[in-house]
């Protein structure tokens, strides 16, 4: 029998703080699945397989996958098949997807973690760059992305006042937002005040790393129809990447578009502009924002209908913020957000990944 | 279970393996010229025609070998740059200037330091020369940084 479409059933994430010295980072992954499946009301032996999402380098161990297993359910029952992706958990979630649509599982749950608080991400980004030719110069997320900040600024003629709205937007949604890590909205005086990291990148405009863990389980219409109470459809996903910083023009981000195109065909739509109602985007800096909604042709929606829940910019972990972002569309096509937003039936999630957001996956989500 | 007020142990610890990365005989023998000629050796895809600096092997649009291509360079201009003004265990030296650059005649850029005064002398687009290291051990630091090119 055809999967025919799939279904967002459960969501759930780690407690929200930006350090979780209490807990292990396998102990975060347990409080995200664990409320996934609460949410979802299914139990874990129903659950047809697993697909994680993690880093090495940020866990401190290779393989760092297999440290999640049990904290995921791996072994309840006979056991299940376990596979792990690297990246933005939205590429994870694909793969879960794709696991249902080929008829291979009913149903996958995908749960992504990183604990900012256990490495120095500036060492581990470091480690992204060419060790031949490139990682002895210090390189890092930040001092990357400041490159490219320049450009999108200088290309699309953005003023320090552009990137303040940004910041100021994203906050105050984010005040409202139970699950935000940052629930604090921003004075002028604290973006006017804020130190310069990389210029042109301020403090403010970096979005800040936090220890987190989020999960989802996915299910086939056949397995959602007898579970889910208010299950999210996937109208559309696709990802697609961009060559390195150093083989592109950083002040584009080709990918995204090209993503955001195949999500569209895949959910039968004209154009995004008019159907989209709200979008949920990852954005590691502030430039990301007006260049995202660029290239996505969403560039005329609504202050109220960009980053309802805040967005990255109130708190961001590796892999985790693209489930994130997914998890925080999904709440306000059920009707979950505590802050409420009108007509929001079609919801657009993203999620990014590498030096200056190399790659890119797009998820339409619909009631 | 724990109680609110109870802490966590934590393991403190680094990992340190020690590795050894071949630049491969395309890139040797760049690093080389760089060194002991000061000049740049890239190569080409016989296909696109794509110049690539640092040398590429293959093509990657293409997936061809490359062939040897053009001496670029020296000088080349600035795409973008920025400078970091936090403290990392990474940089080389206290608030690394950086730039992205594209050597004259190349079709990609690279990533380098920058000797600069402050970031006031610098603006995309400005002409850059390289400032080779007094050594010249073959390495990406045989190449010291890029600095404004003089007449720019």
Partial sequence: MSPGRVAVIGVGRSRPAFRRPESGFAELVHEAVTACLEDAGVSIAEVGNIVTCSNDFMDGRTISSMAVGDAAGAAAGEGKNISTVEGDGTLAAYYGMSRILSGGYASTLVVAHAKHSEGDYRLITNAWFDPIYERALGLDWMSAAALQARLVMDGRRLCVGDLDRVVERNRRHGAGNPEATLRAGVSPEELSGSPMMAPPLRAADISPLADGAAALLLGSEEFAGGRAKRPVWVAGAAFSADPRMTDRDLSGAPALRRAAESARRMAGLEKLPGEVDFVELDESFSYQQPLWLAELGLETLDDERINPSGGSACGRSEGVAGLDRIIAAARRLRGDAPVPLKNARLALAHGSGGPCAQSHCVWLLGN | ?152
């Fill in chain 2, 1 to 152: 279970m724990a109680g609110a007020a109870e802490e966590a142990l934590v393991e403190k610890s680094r990992i340190a393996v020690p590795y050894k990365w071949s630049a491969g005989l395309t890139g040797s023998r760049f690093l080389k010229t760089v060194a002991a000629e000061r000049r740049f050796r890239a190569s080409r895809c016989p296909a696109c025609e794509k110049v690539f600096l640092p040398p590429a092997r293959a093509c990657g649009r293409c997936l061809r070998d490359c062939v040897d291509g053009p001496e670029v360079g020296p000088r080349g201009i600035l795409l973008s740059f920025t400078q970091a003004l936090y403290d990392s265990p990474a940089h080389p030296a206290k608030r690394p200037i950086y730039g992205l650059i594209r050597l004259d005649g190349a079709d990609t850029a690279v990533l380098h330091r920058l000797e600069a005064d402050s970031l006031d002398a610098l603006r995309i687009g400005l002409a850059v020369e390289p400032v080779f290291a007094a050594d010249g051990e073959p390495g990406v630091l045989a190449l010291r940084c890029f600095r404004p090119a003089v007449g720019s």
